[in-house]
């Protein structure tokens, strides 16, 4: 079974732009969650995602979005960038049952200068 | 509100020796499960070790283990004959079982098992 994808892996960007972020979960796994990680602060949820609808969410500012499509792969979008959103995007998928374990991407590293 | 707490951001072993990393949490809920995942430099996070709240049997697999302490909302993991393989940043985390759930994580330990 393809593990978590994530599209891009790195990403430059400036002040003001916006940018997408794409994550393909495993085969079967609706669930499909969200996180921040910078140093210092760990791993900060964002959001996740069920059968295309938001089902949690983290505490993040409104230019902080995302959505889940019917097959399972979900995006997560960023307008109006600020330096502080300089980090690693990591996507995390699960079976729906919420029994635990979640599989992780490799992450995009997004970058604002 | 769950909060997950590591105090050690750094910590070193000696290759083949023991290593406890710490974590405690807070929650008014029952029901969870605690995590710990580990992140090797530049590779993908996986789960180490899994404990549900309910079992008062420690999780073990192979050379890692876990001291629950449900009273005291602890949960350590202990790294039995450190491998170089084992050097990573290790994170706990916290998931409540009632109603919607969400991961909460710690902010990591770094570990370096030294040759």
């Known amino acids: 079974k393809a593990g978590v994808t994530q599209t891009p892996r790195y990403l430059i960007k400036t002040r003001g732009q916006q940018v997408t972020l794409s994550c393909s979960p495993i085969?079967?796994?609706?669930?499909v969650s969200w996180y921040q990680q910078t140093p210092g602060q760990g791993l900060q949820f964002l959001f996740e995602?069920?059968?295309?609808?938001?089902?949690n969410k983290g505490n993040f500012p409104g230019r902080f979005s995302g959505r889940q499509f019917s097959n399972s792969r979900s995006e997560m979008n960023v307008s109006t960038l600020e330096l502080g959103d300089s980090a690693l995007y990591l996507c995390?998928?699960?079976?729906?049952?919420?029994?635990?374990?979640?599989?992780f991407g490799p992450g995009t590293r997004l970058t604002v200068t | 509100a769950q909060t997950v707490t590591q105090s050690q951001p750094e910590m070193s072993v000696q290759e083949a020796e023991t290593v406890t990393l710490s974590c405690t949490y807070d929650?008014?809920?029952?029901?969870?499960?605690l995590f710990w995942y580990k992140q090797p430099p530049s590779r993908q996070m996986i789960l180490v070790i899994r404990?549900?709240?309910?079992?008062?049997q420690n999780a073990t697999e192979n050379r890692f283990s876990v001291n629950f302490q449900k009273a005291a909302k602890s949960f350590s993991l202990k790294i039995s004959d450190s491998q170089l393989g084992d050097t990573a940043m290790y994170f706990c985390?916290?998931?409540?079982?009632?109603?919607?759930?969400?991961?909460?994580f710690g902010t990591g330990t770094r570990l370096k098992v030294l040759a």
């Open positions: 995390a998928s699960s079976l729906s049952d919420g029994g635990g374990e979640q599989y």
């Open positions: 085969s079967g796994h609706r669930s």
């Open positions: 995602y069920f059968s295309e609808t938001q089902r």
């Open positions: 929650t008014s809920e029952n029901n969870y499960y």
């Open positions: 404990q549900e709240a309910y079992k008062q």
């Open positions: 985390a916290f998931m409540k079982i009632s109603g919607t759930y969400k991961y909460i």
